[in-house]
């Protein structure tokens, strides 16, 4: 049997264990590029979030729907909205109506929730967000009637068919019930807004014994006053699942069920599942030949280039500027980079079965991360582009990488043209042996804005002409499967893993112990994830 935090472990993230409120939830799915075409604030009491939503989302239609009569709504006073009324049970609106429904501390005070997240549910449009926050421990306040635990709220949500996809903890709940009990203080509002007292004191404490983010997450929700949420509608094949007893291998039975089943037997792809450092969990499906599913399968991120993941987040997380992801493959990098940071970032993929899976991805969890079907070079046009015969990986520029079982014709371009309207971060380059050529294409990007680089080194003759290529611009090399590099970061004595031993880090800057130590947090924090 599953323990509370295993069952819970999918939905909380693992980016960040800052004390969180439903506003920020939106806010970074606004930052990762979703605009959503109808908003629907449920008990929008006195409409006190239309001019956020009209100053973020100016092309978005906002509606408020609320019971009749309450103590919020009676202070209403504006009429430039569109107000509905409902009974608090049934909602009046089409099925599918709404892009983002946004509930800000009103599910404690409903009469029949599960009744209610089933009207959520039908009125939500299959690919909308249903954000909000509500009571755990705050105490009995404007004719509340329930305090959810994080357990019973995912419960709920699934009777409903809503996928709870990201729960985080908000003000803790000592500091809430303090705050009841001496008439609610205006110096303690600040606790909203802030990290409150006791939120301070755990992560302090899980900090000292290097604990993850998912794991103070964790410790949060349970002594938190409130959580903010995040769900969607189930996907229709985890709708047609026979229901499951409570909690118990839940998890499993989604990843290995039916439904995975069928669609083997139907295609020529495999399902997969893939944890993202971000703590988004995300499916799709490929030819059953590409090499990345394989290797992830079972060990997820923490056992496929884990270090070198753990380096380039940390990379883009401390400076400014777009994330390139060169050679991308089927974008695992840009993926983690976007659903970690929600960093802007920009994949390059000439080879089309493999740009077909991540634009897929891409549209489905509308992430920040544009494709570029096209390979980087040292000069712009057109040119021949070498089909592996043995793996999807081993594609190249090279006619005399590997045997090639065939050629298509596509477009190259280069870094210096790509960054002309950005300013470039981070660039990962993983070419099969053309590594040098993306380099040679980045002059101009190099002097100007100094990105960092994580480069794969396959021999020693492109070893030593990287090497003078950065000594020119005054970089700083470390090969991240140097052993002690690798312990530091990976935490581990252990084995280095091959594509650690190929990955190279160029930095414009020596790196200090502030960029080990957030490897480091990285690192862990992929351990954290559930593998598939």
């Known amino acids: 049997m599953e323990t509370i935090y295993e069952y819970l472990k999918s939905s909380i993230p693992a980016d960040h264990c800052r004390q969180s409120r439903a506003i920020d939830l ?13 908003v629907l604030d449920l008990g929008c009491g006195a409409g006190n979030t239309v001019d956020f939503f009209r100053s973020r989302l100016p092309e978005s239609k906002w509606v408020g729907v609320d019971v009749e009569q309450s103590p919020e709504v009676a202070t209403r006073t504006r009429s430039d909205a569109t ?28 009469r029949h929730p599960e009744r209610l997240l089933s009207e959520v549910h039908r009125v939500l449009s299959p690919d909308g967000f249903f954000i909000g926050q509500t009571s755990h421990l705050e105490p009995f306040h404007s004719f509340s009637y329930w ?11 699934e009777s409903a068919n809503l996928r709870l996809v990201e729960i ?23 606790w909203f807004a802030e990290e409150s007292p006791v939120n301070v004191e755990i992560e302090e404490s899980a900090r000292k014994k290097s604990r993850s983010a998912q794991t103070i997450n964790y ?30 291998n839940r998890l499993a039975q989604q990843v290995t069920g039916k439904a995975r089943r069928a669609m083997r037997a139907r295609t020529d792809n495999d399902a997969h599942m893939l ?12 030819p059953r030949r590409f090499h990345i ?9 923490a056992g496929y280039e884990p270090v070198t993941m753990a380096a380039f987040l940390a990379s883009a997380e401390s400076v400014e500027g777009a994330v390139f992801d060169v050679g991308a493959n089927i974008g695992i990098y840009a993926l983690a980079a976007a659903s970690a940071l929600g960093k802007t970032c920009i994949a390059f993929e000439p080879f089309p079965a493999a740009a077909d899976v991540l634009e897929d991805i891409v549209k489905r969890y509308q992430l920040p991360v544009s494709l570029r079907r096209a390979a980087l070079a040292e000069n712009s046009g057109a040119t021949t582009f070498y089909l592996s015969a043995r793996s999807d990986m081993s594609n190249s520029l090279n006619p005399e990488f590997r045997e090639h079982r065939g050629e298509i014709v596509v477009e190259t371009t280069t870094l210096d043209k790509e960054s002309l309207s950005c300013r470039l971060g981070v660039v990962k380059i993983d070419t099969e042996t053309t590594e040098m050529d993306v380099l040679r294409g980045g002059r101009h990007v190099f002097e100007r804005d100094r990105p960092s680089v994580i480069i794969e080194i396959l021999d020693d003759n492109l070893a030593m002409e990287a090497r003078g290529f950065f000594a020119s611009y005054g970089y700083t090399i470390t090969e991240l499967g140097k052993p002690d590099v690798w312990r530091r970061i990976s935490g581990s004595s252990g084995e280095v893993i091959l594509g650690d031993r190929r990955n190279w880090l160029a930095s414009p800057q020596p790196l200090g112990d502030k960029f080990f130590e957030r490897a480091a947090f990285w690192a862990a924090n992929m351990r954290d994830l559930p593998a598939f």
């Open 147 to 157: 305090n959810f635990t994080a357990y019973g709220f995912k419960e709920i949500c």
């Open 219 to 248: 410790r949060k929700l349970m002594y938190c006053g409130q959580f903010a949420f995040a769900c969607q509608r189930k996907r229709h094949r985890d709708e047609e699942k026979e229901p499951s007893d409570g909690f118990v």
């Open 26 to 38: 939106v806010i970074a799915r606004i930052r990762a590029g979703f605009r959503p075409a109808k």
């Open 168 to 190: 985080r903890p908000g003000i803790d709940g000592i500091t809430l019930v303090k705050r009841a009990y001496l008439g609610r203080p205006a110096e303690y509002s600040r």
């Open 83 to 110: 107000f509905v009324t409902f009974d608090g049970v049934n909602l009046p609106f089409a099925d599918g109506e709404f892009d983002l429904i946004y509930s800000n501390q009103v599910l404690e005070h409903v």
């Open 293 to 301: 599913p394989r290797a992830l399968s079972g060990v997820g991120l």
């Open 275 to 286: 944890a993202l450092p971000g703590g988004m969990l995300i499916e799709y499906s490929c």
